[in-house]
């Protein structure tokens, strides 16, 4: 199962890689996923948008197909393990890119996204930039 990062979705939504485009269309959308602190961060940039109606509406439209992915009882060891290991080398990633990759980690899948370095961090994550 491939994941979504937020980057991915908005570089999609916006029409910025054909690349990406591409890749996703290709791919059934029984094997993509989102986690759902991707799908707040996406509501978040709608709800800031200057039509944040629309722009809501087209991220729903977006995220329809796919599996939202919560974070969860399983993901929550991972995200202890990670973060103490990256605080203990001095390497925090943010907070929310935490949680995905604990999602992530958690579901056993592969996350797409264009921010390789900062999740390149992450012990054991699975990355593919489509972009």
Same mark, same amino acid.
């Given at each position: 199962?491939?994941?979504?990062?937020?980057?991915?979705?908005?570089?999609?939504?916006?029409?910025?890689?054909?690349?990406? %485009?591409? %890749?996703?269309?290709?791919?059934?959308? *029984?094997?993509?996923?989102?986690?759902?602190?991707?799908?707040?961060?996406?509501?978040?940039?709608?709800?800031?948008?200057?039509?944040?109606?629309?722009?809501?509406?087209?991220?729903?439209?977006?995220?329809?197909?796919?599996?939202?992915?919560?974070? +969860? *009882?399983?993901?929550?060891? $991972?995200?202890?393990?990670?973060?103490?290991?990256?605080?203990? %080398?001095?390497?925090?990633? +943010?907070?929310?890119?935490?949680?995905?990759?604990?999602?992530?980690?958690?579901?056993?899948?592969?996350?797409?996204? $264009?921010?390789?370095?900062?999740?390149? %961090?992450?012990?054991?994550?699975?990355?593919?930039?489509?972009?």
């Amino acid at each position: 199962m491939f994941y979504l990062d937020t980057n991915a979705c908005v570089v999609f939504l916006r029409g910025k890689s054909e690349a990406l %485009r591409d %890749r996703l269309l290709a791919e059934p959308p *029984s094997r993509l996923a989102v986690p759902s602190i991707v799908e707040a961060e996406l509501l978040l940039g709608a709800r800031l948008s200057a039509d944040p109606d629309a722009t809501a509406a087209a991220v729903r439209a977006f995220l329809g197909p796919f599996t939202v992915e919560p974070f +969860g *009882s399983a993901a929550a060891p $991972h995200y202890a393990v990670v973060r103490a290991t990256l605080r203990k %080398r001095g390497e925090l990633i +943010g907070p929310n890119d935490l949680i995905v990759a604990a999602t992530v980690l958690a579901a056993g899948g592969v996350l797409v996204t $264009h921010n390789t370095k900062e999740f390149a %961090r992450v012990p054991g994550l699975l990355l593919e930039d489509w972009q």
